[in-house]
Nanobody, 115 residues
């Protein structure tokens, strides 16, 4: 079993910054990835960013150049700069590894960007 704990959500003005964190604990597989998805009201959950244990990184085009994902062992951070109102969503931490059925989600943390 893997447990995920998220932190760092809040409210910020357009152009501002926030930093999210997520820590995984429990039965961690050596080869895995962790990342962030988000879900705005009335919309489907969408991919934001992902980082592998190897160091590889993927971003959705909508956040490239503004968001930075990083990793320290089993803790990931998402530095969000130049925030826009359309970034407003609940952000969910995700953990995946190759073991069957291992695709896990945190409870979510709310990010609100408004003036």
């Amino acid at each position: 079993q893997v447990q995920l704990v998220e932190s760092g959500g809040g409210s910020v003005q357009p152009g501002g910054s926030l930093r999210l964190s997520c820590t995984a604990s429990g039965s961690i597989f050596g080869d895995n990835f962790m990342g962030w998805y988000r879900q705005a009201p009335g919309k489907q959950r969408e991919f934001v960013a992902r980082i592998y244990t190897s160091g590889g990184i993927r971003y959705d085009d909508s956040v490239k150049g503004r968001f930075t994902i990083s990793r320290d062992l089993n803790t990931i951070s998402l530095q969000m700069n130049s925030l826009k109102p359309e970034d407003t969503a609940v952000y969910y931490c995700n953990y995946w590894d190759r073991r069957p059925g291992v695709d896990l989600w945190g409870n979510g943390t709310l990010v609100t960007v408004s003036s």
